[in-house]
Each structure stands twice: as C-alpha cells, then as structure tokens.
T-cell receptor, first 116, second 116 residues
C-alpha cells in the first residue's frame, strides 16, 4: 500500500538556523498538508497546498515558514530561522479527493525537529 | 474558525468493556469528521470517518455517530482489547471556499488505556 514518506526522521538544529523538512506524498494525490505536534499536545494545522500554491495557512505559519513542491514528487517545508518553540514533530499529509470525494488524509511518519 | 473540543482527555477501561469518546465542533459548515489513532511515537492513522450527510457509520468494533444539529460526534469502541490502547484524536474539516480540500482541525486527544 502506498505511504507518505518523510526525511529526515529526526533533525537537530541550532536556534536561528534554517531547516528543510522533506516529504514525498502518495504519487497520485493532489492535496498536500503540513501539520505539527508539540510533544504531548494535539496535532495542529500549518498549511495546505494545491495546484502549486498555498490554499490555506494557519496563524502558526508566519513569514518564517515556506512550502515548495520543487519537482513532481517532493513537498518541502522550510523554516528560515528556527526558534526554540519550533521544536515539535512535523507531519506531512496528502489526499486525493477523486471522483468519490474521499477526504482521507494520509499522514507520513513525521520528522522530529529539535531546536537547541 | 473551526474549534474542536474533545472529552475525556484520559479514559481507562477493562478489556472487553466499551469506550466512548465525544467531540463537539463549532463550524456548522464542517462536512467531514475523521478519527485518528496514534500510538506512541507513530503517525496518526485513520480508523474511521463520517461525512455530514450520514448519521452513523460502523466498522467491526468501531462506530461513529454524528449529530449535525447539536454539532457533536462520538467514537464508540466495543469489546476493547489491550491493543486499542493509544491516543485517539477527532477532527473536523471545514470546506475550503477556494475550492480545494479543507484542512483538519483536531481535538486535544483522548488517551485510552485498556487494562487486561
């Protein structure tokens, strides 16, 4: 069964550094998402992406964040200047509305980002 | 925007008993309500979902009910087993008026413990 994949599984960085988190969505999916989950808390929406542009973004997704689909397979989240509070698990998800209007979002395994 | 409340935050049951988790949502336009199971350190996995044109859906030991008027939905797990122990998240998906799929707004999660 196809799965969303993410790399790296764990990223440790110094405060102020830039990080890029990578995701490979399921190949025929059209909608892509980033969520984050601070340890022990709920999953929070960051941004959705469709047709090569951002569809929606939350208040968390400020100017320090950007997303890109640099080629036909990868979907990336960039944090320009990391802060301590950016430490969290970042999940990528993808979905394909299709003819049946299925809304299921498939989540990747996550990247644990630790900012020191 | 959409807000999802989830109760209880922790739930402990004996193996074989039933477990019920309840969620309420605020945006009457939300039209898709998935439930995710998350084991420690793992990705959220969809276990069941319901759309707003359906009142109840069942899949073996798991069922979800939706009351659109009251804006609440519930997860029911019967004949619980120790492997059901995990954190369960409900979510609501308001439609995106730009035309793409709506994002998921999650509840805070319920930690279910099933004691053998």
């Amino acid at each position: 069964e196809p799965e969303v994949t993410q790399t790296p599984s764990h990223q440790v960085t110094q405060m102020g550094q830039e990080v890029i988190l990578r995701c490979v969505p399921i190949s025929n999916h059209l909608y892509f998402y980033w969520y984050r989950q601070i340890l022990g808390q709920k999953v929070e929406f960051l941004v959705s992406f469709y047709n090569n542009e951002i569809s929606e973004k939350s208040e968390i997704f400020d100017d320090q964040f950007s997303v890109e689909r640099p080629d036909g397979s990868n979907f990336t989240l960039k944090i320009r200047s990391t802060k301590l509070e950016d430490s969290a698990m970042y999940f990528c998800a993808s979905s394909d509305r299709g003819l049946a209007g299925v809304d299921e979002q498939f989540f990747g395994p996550g990247t644990r980002l630790t900012v020191l | 925007g959409e807000n999802v409340e989830q109760h209880p935050s922790t739930l402990s049951v004996q193996e074989g008993d039933s477990a019920v988790i309840k969620c309420t949502y605020s945006d009457s336009a939300s039209n898709y309500f998935p439930w995710y199971k998350q084991e420690l350190g793992k990705r959220p996995q969809l276990i069941i979902d319901i759309r707003s044109n359906v009142g109840e859906k069942k899949d073996q030991r798991i069922a979800v009910t939706l009351n659109k008027t009251a804006k609440h939905f519930s997860l029911h797990i019967t004949e619980t087993q120790p492997e059901d122990s995990a954190v369960y998240f409900c979510a609501a998906s308001p439609p995106n008026y730009g035309g793409s799929q709506g994002n998921l707004i999650f509840g805070k999660g319920t930690k279910l413990s099933v004691k053998p």
